[in-house]
Protein backbone atom coordinates (compact mmCIF):
# COMPACT_ATOMS: atom_id res chain seq x y z
CA UNK A 1 0.00 0.00 0.00
CA UNK A 2 1.00 3.66 -0.97
CA UNK A 3 2.33 5.06 2.70
CA UNK A 4 2.76 8.35 0.96
CA UNK A 5 0.82 10.19 -1.75
CA UNK A 6 1.30 13.39 -3.55
CA UNK A 7 -1.33 13.37 -5.84
CA UNK A 8 -0.15 16.70 -8.12
CA UNK A 9 2.43 15.86 -10.80
CA UNK A 10 3.10 19.55 -11.46
CA UNK A 11 1.90 22.84 -9.95
CA UNK A 12 2.61 26.46 -11.83
CA UNK A 13 2.87 29.45 -9.26
CA UNK A 14 3.07 32.74 -10.24
CA UNK A 15 6.72 34.76 -8.29
CA UNK A 16 5.22 36.10 -5.11
CA UNK A 17 2.37 34.00 -4.46
CA UNK A 18 1.64 31.25 -2.27
CA UNK A 19 1.46 27.67 -3.18
CA UNK A 20 -0.10 24.17 -1.21
CA UNK A 21 1.68 21.31 -1.84
CA UNK A 22 -0.57 17.94 -1.23
CA UNK A 23 0.77 15.23 0.82
CA UNK A 24 -1.62 12.04 2.05
CA UNK A 25 -0.10 9.82 3.84
CA UNK A 26 -0.67 6.26 5.23
CA UNK A 27 0.19 4.53 8.85
CA UNK A 28 -0.99 2.76 11.55
CA UNK A 29 1.62 4.08 14.25
CA UNK A 30 0.75 7.26 16.58
CA UNK A 31 4.08 8.27 16.66
CA UNK A 32 5.33 8.96 13.46
CA UNK A 33 7.93 12.23 11.62
CA UNK A 34 6.67 14.18 8.55
CA UNK A 35 9.33 15.63 5.95
CA UNK A 36 9.51 17.77 3.16
CA UNK A 37 12.54 17.69 0.62
CA UNK A 38 13.53 20.07 -2.44
CA UNK A 39 15.48 18.57 -4.95
CA UNK A 40 16.66 21.25 -7.46
CA UNK A 41 17.74 20.22 -11.29
CA UNK A 42 21.47 19.59 -9.14
CA UNK A 43 19.86 16.68 -7.86
CA UNK A 44 20.63 17.00 -4.49
CA UNK A 45 17.84 16.79 -1.60
CA UNK A 46 17.66 19.61 0.45
CA UNK A 47 15.75 19.42 3.82
CA UNK A 48 12.83 21.87 4.05
CA UNK A 49 10.61 20.98 7.17
CA UNK A 50 9.64 18.90 9.59
CA UNK A 51 6.31 17.36 11.73
CA UNK A 52 6.49 15.17 14.76
CA UNK A 53 2.87 13.88 15.09
CA UNK A 54 2.55 14.53 18.62
CA UNK A 55 3.61 18.56 17.75
CA UNK A 56 0.52 20.22 18.80
CA UNK A 57 1.52 23.32 16.41
CA UNK A 58 2.17 23.31 12.93
CA UNK A 59 5.63 23.58 11.94
CA UNK A 60 7.08 26.90 10.68
CA UNK A 61 10.35 27.66 8.58
CA UNK A 62 10.89 30.87 7.17
CA UNK A 63 8.73 31.09 3.73
CA UNK A 64 7.63 27.37 4.57
CA UNK A 65 4.73 26.12 7.14
CA UNK A 66 3.35 22.62 6.96
CA UNK A 67 -0.30 22.37 7.27
CA UNK A 68 -0.50 19.39 9.54
CA UNK A 69 -4.46 17.75 9.77
CA UNK A 70 -3.65 14.41 12.06
CA UNK A 71 -7.27 13.02 11.57
CA UNK A 72 -7.12 13.67 8.09
CA UNK A 73 -3.70 12.09 7.62
CA UNK A 74 -2.43 15.11 5.57
CA UNK A 75 0.69 17.01 5.57
CA UNK A 76 0.63 19.84 2.73
CA UNK A 77 3.85 22.20 2.30
CA UNK A 78 2.51 25.73 1.93
CA UNK A 79 5.09 28.26 0.79
CA UNK A 80 4.74 31.68 1.10
CA UNK A 81 6.11 34.84 -1.80
CA UNK A 82 7.48 32.00 -4.00
CA UNK A 83 10.41 32.91 -5.77
CA UNK A 84 11.95 31.89 -9.19
CA UNK A 85 14.00 29.93 -7.15
CA UNK A 86 11.98 27.69 -5.85
CA UNK A 87 11.20 25.97 -8.93
CA UNK A 88 12.25 22.06 -8.37
CA UNK A 89 10.52 18.79 -7.32
CA UNK A 90 9.09 18.53 -3.98
CA UNK A 91 9.22 15.26 -1.85
CA UNK A 92 6.64 14.47 0.87
CA UNK A 93 8.44 11.55 3.14
CA UNK A 94 7.29 9.84 6.74
CA UNK A 95 9.40 7.91 8.97
CA UNK A 96 8.07 5.49 11.00
CA UNK A 97 9.24 4.30 14.58
CA UNK A 98 11.22 0.99 14.99
CA UNK A 99 11.41 0.75 11.14
CA UNK A 100 15.05 1.16 11.26
CA UNK A 101 15.02 5.06 10.36
CA UNK A 102 14.29 5.23 6.91
CA UNK A 103 12.43 7.89 4.72
CA UNK A 104 9.43 6.67 2.94
CA UNK A 105 8.93 9.15 -0.10
CA UNK A 106 5.88 10.44 -2.26
CA UNK A 107 6.42 10.36 -6.00
CA UNK A 108 7.04 13.98 -5.48
CA UNK A 109 5.53 17.30 -6.53
CA UNK A 110 6.75 19.66 -9.58
CA UNK A 111 6.69 23.04 -8.93
CA UNK A 112 7.44 26.11 -11.34
CA UNK A 113 7.74 29.10 -10.58
CA UNK A 114 6.63 32.02 -12.94
CA UNK A 115 8.23 35.44 -13.34
CA UNK B 1 30.71 22.28 7.97
CA UNK B 2 31.19 19.97 5.03
CA UNK B 3 28.24 18.38 3.24
CA UNK B 4 28.07 14.18 2.28
CA UNK B 5 30.35 13.82 -0.52
CA UNK B 6 29.41 11.39 -3.42
CA UNK B 7 31.26 10.37 -5.99
CA UNK B 8 30.98 10.07 -9.34
CA UNK B 9 28.79 12.60 -10.07
CA UNK B 10 28.29 10.94 -13.39
CA UNK B 11 28.69 7.07 -14.95
CA UNK B 12 28.16 5.63 -17.78
CA UNK B 13 28.41 1.71 -18.02
CA UNK B 14 27.28 -1.72 -20.58
CA UNK B 15 25.25 -3.88 -19.16
CA UNK B 16 26.86 -6.82 -17.05
CA UNK B 17 30.06 -4.30 -16.33
CA UNK B 18 30.59 -3.51 -12.71
CA UNK B 19 30.31 0.16 -10.72
CA UNK B 20 31.26 1.47 -7.63
CA UNK B 21 30.07 4.54 -5.89
CA UNK B 22 31.87 6.02 -2.67
CA UNK B 23 30.31 7.93 -0.24
CA UNK B 24 31.63 10.35 2.63
CA UNK B 25 29.34 11.97 5.61
CA UNK B 26 29.33 14.49 7.44
CA UNK B 27 31.74 14.16 10.10
CA UNK B 28 30.65 12.14 12.98
CA UNK B 29 27.09 11.12 11.52
CA UNK B 30 26.81 7.54 12.82
CA UNK B 31 23.94 6.73 10.57
CA UNK B 32 24.21 5.86 6.77
CA UNK B 33 22.07 5.52 4.04
CA UNK B 34 22.16 4.55 0.29
CA UNK B 35 18.89 5.59 -1.56
CA UNK B 36 18.10 4.18 -5.27
CA UNK B 37 16.43 7.11 -7.29
CA UNK B 38 14.90 6.15 -10.55
CA UNK B 39 13.43 8.55 -12.63
CA UNK B 40 10.21 10.22 -11.71
CA UNK B 41 9.87 8.19 -8.64
CA UNK B 42 10.90 9.13 -4.77
CA UNK B 43 13.70 7.94 -3.59
CA UNK B 44 13.94 3.83 -2.23
CA UNK B 45 16.41 2.92 0.95
CA UNK B 46 18.54 0.51 -0.19
CA UNK B 47 20.93 -0.10 2.78
CA UNK B 48 21.37 1.91 5.78
CA UNK B 49 24.14 1.41 8.15
CA UNK B 50 24.38 2.45 12.00
CA UNK B 51 28.29 2.99 12.63
CA UNK B 52 29.86 0.03 10.83
CA UNK B 53 26.84 -2.36 10.93
CA UNK B 54 23.83 -2.76 8.69
CA UNK B 55 20.23 -1.97 10.26
CA UNK B 56 18.16 -2.03 7.51
CA UNK B 57 19.27 -4.10 3.76
CA UNK B 58 15.90 -5.75 3.13
CA UNK B 59 15.51 -3.77 -0.08
CA UNK B 60 18.94 -3.96 -1.22
CA UNK B 61 18.86 -6.89 -4.42
CA UNK B 62 21.76 -8.62 -3.10
CA UNK B 63 22.47 -10.79 -5.65
CA UNK B 64 24.07 -8.01 -7.71
CA UNK B 65 24.38 -5.03 -4.76
CA UNK B 66 26.61 -4.92 -2.12
CA UNK B 67 28.16 -2.28 0.19
CA UNK B 68 29.99 -1.73 3.25
CA UNK B 69 31.37 0.87 5.72
CA UNK B 70 34.06 0.15 6.91
CA UNK B 71 35.89 2.00 10.09
CA UNK B 72 32.21 3.76 10.21
CA UNK B 73 32.83 6.25 8.33
CA UNK B 74 33.03 6.32 4.82
CA UNK B 75 31.01 3.73 2.49
CA UNK B 76 30.90 2.00 -0.78
CA UNK B 77 27.73 0.73 -2.86
CA UNK B 78 28.95 -1.94 -5.80
CA UNK B 79 26.70 -2.96 -8.50
CA UNK B 80 27.93 -6.11 -10.11
CA UNK B 81 26.75 -6.91 -12.75
CA UNK B 82 24.73 -4.04 -13.96
CA UNK B 83 21.57 -4.17 -15.58
CA UNK B 84 19.49 -1.56 -17.84
CA UNK B 85 16.72 -1.34 -15.09
CA UNK B 86 19.93 -0.12 -12.81
CA UNK B 87 19.86 3.27 -14.19
CA UNK B 88 18.89 5.75 -11.53
CA UNK B 89 20.65 8.40 -9.20
CA UNK B 90 21.89 6.84 -6.03
CA UNK B 91 21.63 9.26 -3.13
CA UNK B 92 23.79 8.81 0.30
CA UNK B 93 22.67 10.53 2.88
CA UNK B 94 23.56 10.55 6.49
CA UNK B 95 22.34 12.04 10.06
CA UNK B 96 23.75 12.09 13.35
CA UNK B 97 21.70 9.73 15.42
CA UNK B 98 19.02 7.41 14.83
CA UNK B 99 15.82 9.19 16.22
CA UNK B 100 12.47 10.10 14.83
CA UNK B 101 13.06 13.51 14.35
CA UNK B 102 16.45 13.73 13.44
CA UNK B 103 17.24 15.13 9.86
CA UNK B 104 18.90 13.31 6.86
CA UNK B 105 21.33 15.41 4.95
CA UNK B 106 21.60 13.79 1.45
CA UNK B 107 24.66 14.23 -1.05
CA UNK B 108 24.54 15.40 -4.79
CA UNK B 109 24.03 11.94 -6.06
CA UNK B 110 25.70 9.48 -8.43
CA UNK B 111 23.55 9.79 -12.12
CA UNK B 112 23.96 6.04 -13.02
CA UNK B 113 23.38 5.61 -16.87
CA UNK B 114 23.22 1.62 -18.22
CA UNK B 115 23.18 0.77 -21.91
Known amino acids: AQKITQTQPGMFVQEKEAVTLDCTYD???????LFWYKQPSSGEMIFLIY??????QNATEGRYSLNFQKARKSANLVISASQLGDSAMYFC????????????FGQGTELSVKP | EAGVAQSPRYKIIEKRQSVAFWCNPI?????LYWYQQILGQGPKLLIQ????????DSQLPKDRFSAERLKGVDSTLKIQPAKLEDSAVYLC?????????????FGPGTRLLVL
Open chain 2, 93 to 105: ASSLVLALQETQY
Open chain 1, 27 to 33: TSDQSYG
Open chain 1, 51 to 56: QGSYDE
Open chain 1, 93 to 104: AMREPGKGGKLI
Open chain 2, 27 to 31: SGHAT
Open chain 2, 49 to 56: FQNNGVVD
